[in-house]
């Protein structure tokens, strides 16, 4: 089941809101619960049995590394004199944890490839098995190995209720595509939280925008770039591949952030708040910032569980190169099983070290300099998504040769990139609009006067239902992408 469906909007959403909020408060976790695994296995209801088993193998190792550590539910750290002995043991259920969550992400995700690779690589004939891939399985198990990590390393009290261990990693709102939430934020969320009509409008305001960028805007955006990956390189216009990786930059921009919108949103209807995980990337003035700015609670991830205790930044130059290498390559493999994702990974490292060590870009020296950074980090970015969009790396780097003109092809408006910015123009529009911060400035002067105020307190609900049927009208077409990180 996904967020942008008729039935997840017209059914299941409203159904479970409607038996939250009449349910007492002690059974509403329940409810919640309940919901999210009947949300998992809408569809495919085999993996639930995933889910279930990485509920349980994280819960009892967090347990014993709880009580290694000397937690009785209100302490965080070892007891006295018993660091010694609980620490290595503490150390090997972590260890256990950490090997068989990897374990079930190997199998599901990258075992097919692996052996496709083995076979290609050494001309052996060994038989592919038919794994399906579990819906965000990368997401639900980072965020179960941050519980058990940070359990190990006392910064949360190990959970000794069942019942809250499996919301927090099952809770349907950001269980497939994120954000990756941290115990620790919602921690007491969990165990006790409050809902307000505020919380309630402002999450069902945030659902809707995130419903409009991935129907209105991801969805549209998407046409115009699969007629531009849907043909062959070196015989495409130029134009036509560039309007087309634009396109692509542009849908999985909104895709993306239109999901962890909604996740944010439906998250804050049940009183539950989470941390942004998107910031206007695309005007970042580096790919470090760029960084910043994409994906956040990800990048939060390999910084605090990867990057730091291999030294991080306070390291010699060699081994922070080092560093940056070995989290590069495995951000681009988290992404999926494939070269191109490993090369697309491997391409940010070369750029994040040259802007580190090398560059080291200024954009407040001026609105010049500003500018032009902007651009150049546009221009790599984009690069990387057309490497991340290909089935291959060869299809990508030829699709780039087109780019460039580097098989003869000309700059021309061919008559089917004329239809495309007739017919989808307004959407490419929008969405080079709205990637910038435009809407603070309407938002905030409409929060000036009480006057203002009033007027926005039915401007802002008429633009939501607006975007609302809208969205609705294409579903009903039937326009529908899965969203691009289910992948």
Avoid at 138 to 147: D, K, V
Avoid at 148 to 173: E, H, M, T, W
Avoid at 259 to 271: C, E, N, P, W
Wanted: aromatic share 18%.
């Amino acid at each position: 089941m996904v967020f942008s469906s008729l039935i997840f909007t017209f059914l299941f959403l409203p159904l479970t809101v409607c038996l939250y909020f009449i349910a007492k408060d002690k059974y509403r976790n329940y409810i919640l619960l309940a919901a999210s695994l009947i949300f998992y296995a809408y569809g495919e209801p085999r993996f639930v049995f995933v889910m279930i088993l990485s509920i349980a193998v994280n819960y009892g190792f967090a347990f014993l590394i709880g009580r290694q550590r000397g937690q009785t539910g209100t302490e965080e750290m070892p007891r006295s004199g018993e660091a010694g002995r609980t620490d290595t043991r503490a150390t090997i259920f972590l260890v256990l944890d950490v090997f068989i969550n990897l374990s079930l992400l190997f199998v599901y995700k990258y075992l097919n490839y692996t052996i496709v690779l083995i076979n290609e690589g050494f001309g052996s004939d060994i038989e592919v098995p038919d794994i399906a891939l579990p819906i965000g399985i990368s997401f639900f198990t980072f965020q179960a190995l941050s519980y058990c990590i940070d359990v190990y390393r006392g910064k949360v009290r190990v959970q000794k209720n069942p019942l809250y261990v499996a919301l927090y990693i099952s809770f349907f709102p950001q269980l497939i595509a994120g954000p990756i939430v941290r115990y620790s934020s919602i921690e007491e969320q969990i165990t006790n939280r409050s809902t307000s009509e505020e919380d309630f409008a402002e999450g069902l305001k945030r659902f809707l925008i995130g419903f409009g960028k991935k129907v209105i805007l991801a969805n549209n955006l998407s046409l115009v770039a699969d007629m531009a990956w849907e043909a062959k390189a070196a015989n495409a216009s130029a134009a036509v591949l560039w309007l087309g990786s634009i396109c692509f930059s542009l849908q999985i921009l909104y895709d993306f952030s239109g999901y962890s919108d909604m996740a944010i949103g439906l998250g804050r209807i049940f009183g539950f708040h989470f941390e942004e995980n998107f910031d206007h990337p695309y005007t970042s003035v580096s790919v470090t910032e760029f960084w910043r700015r994409w994906h956040i609670s990800l990048g939060r991830w390999f910084r605090d569980y990867v990057y730091i205790p291999l030294g991080g930044s306070r390291v010699s130059i060699p081994r922070n190169i080092l560093n940056l290498l070995i989290v590069w390559l495995l951000t681009g493999i988290w992404h999926g099983a494939n070269v191109t994702f490993l090369v697309w990974g491997l391409m940010y490292f070369v750029l994040l070290v040259i802007e580190k060590y090398l560059i080291r870009p200024d954009a407040g020296k001026s609105r010049l300099f500003s500018a032009f950074y902007r651009i150049v980090t546009l221009f790599f970015v984009n690069l990387g998504w057309v490497i991340f969009n290909s089935p291959n790396l060869k299809k990508g780097l030829n699709f780039i040769k087109g780019m460039f003109g580097l098989y003869g092809n000309s700059f021309v408006l061919t008559d089917g990139l004329r239809r495309s910015l007739r017919e989808y123009g307004v959407f490419i529009v929008l969405g080079i609009l709205f990637c910038t911060p435009v809407m603070k400035y309407p938002e905030e002067w409409l929060k000036k006067t009480e006057k203002r105020r009033l007027a926005g307190a039915v401007i802002i609900p008429a633009g939501c239902l607006f975007i609302f049927l809208w969205s609705v009208s294409f579903l009903i077409l039937g326009s529908h992408n899965p969203f691009i990180y289910f992948n």
